[in-house]
């Protein structure tokens, strides 16, 4: 039975962009909790990571713990763990080490720092490393559209195989193209579409939190270091039974993360805001005309849709002429259903909160393949079977903010990032030179529309909520 909803996800917004200073405690039980240790659980448990996601995804119990997860600063948590070394050796201001270091951040927001208080991009001074390379880090806002149109490139894929089809998915990225299919081609012979990580290592967000938990701030969590690969989902979860109290790195410390406290991280995510748009002047519109014209658009797809749509809320910004200012955008994208449940204390029903799972047009500016990019984007080394000048699409829809360009922050301006193309992108930047100085100017213009925003701004009604469902 699905149920009206409009009252109860009043508390939507306020659960996904809660203020920074809000400490994870239960509206359930009212208790304080060890953010990393919450159990999995199940619907009908309890106070179980599980309960909150299909009962309070509205709520703070659900979207805020994630939100406080990544932005604890484990540093000093006693309980955390520090791989197997003195927590005392990792710096509470860190930002970044030296390579392959385990401890060149506190917290997730140490990297994911910009825009204050979301989960932004890191400046050029925060580049992390990876196998010697200096990687600038990406924001996450949308991950849960990129992972979905992931997951269903995947299924494209896979389906035109087995119809013995060319390897082109419903959006139209043909991945015989370009490099091909091979290992570190267009795409692995397994043909699965991976979209987080530079490479293009991660299909999902989970294993992509997971893996950056323990690559950046030394946290080991349980569904990577308690199972082998064979017992795991391309979504990086354990398929395996969890053993409590294991310590696989002997630092005295057991169940670094649980898998609760991973998946309402992953949840949090997966509900993340969209980039929004700044002003669309007569500039901005004719550099968007310019950039499809000369190719750019080629892979930097300006739309691409999925079928089902795995969020529970739209969250976005736009600028308003009328009323010279940015405003925000909010739809509601679940509905309730009355499974019988009843709280056992007060004796109400709590209903489950189900995604509608419609389509959505994703304005992603990307194509999720990889790419031979030139010379001029080289890598120090080969990373992950991945040759030193392939890299994956990286989306546009927030570039306008960014402060440093291209995968290693290297590139001071966005021009110059252009001009630095090469390989399978070198006839878009031979149109883009042969430009007259004002559809240049008019290019960067329409590049600069595409923002990120503060998300505290929506919350504090700084950005009002105007458009959509509003609270």
Known sequence: MKLRIASYLSLALLALIGSTWWTARSQVNLQERDLARIPEGDSKTRYTAQFLINRFGFTQDATQTGRSIFHHDFAYDKNSGCNGLPCSLRDRKATRAWPQSKFEASACETCHSTPRGSAGFGPKEQNIFTGGNRVRTNDMFGGGLIQQLGIEATEDLRTDREQGRALITVNGVNYNTGIGVRQGGSVNPDLVVRPFGRKGTHSHLRAFVSHAAFDHLGIQSQDRFQ????????????????????????????DELTQGSLSLFEFYLVNYPVPGRGPITSAVANGDRVFREIGCAECHRPEMRVRHDPRIEHITVFWSEKNNRFEAERRLLAHLIDDGYLDPDRQRKVPLVVPDRKPFVVPLYADLKRHDMGPQMTDATEETGVSKRVFITRPLWGVGSYTAFLDDGSAKTLEEAILRHGGEALSQRKRFVRLSSQERADLISFLKSLTLFNVEDVLNANIPITKGDLP
Not at 228 to 243: E, H, L, M, T, V
């Open 227 to 254: 199972c082998s690969d064979k017992q795991k989902n391309d979504d990086g979860r354990c398929d395996g039974p969890i053993a409590v109290g294991l310590d696989p790195d002997n630092d005295g410390v057991a």
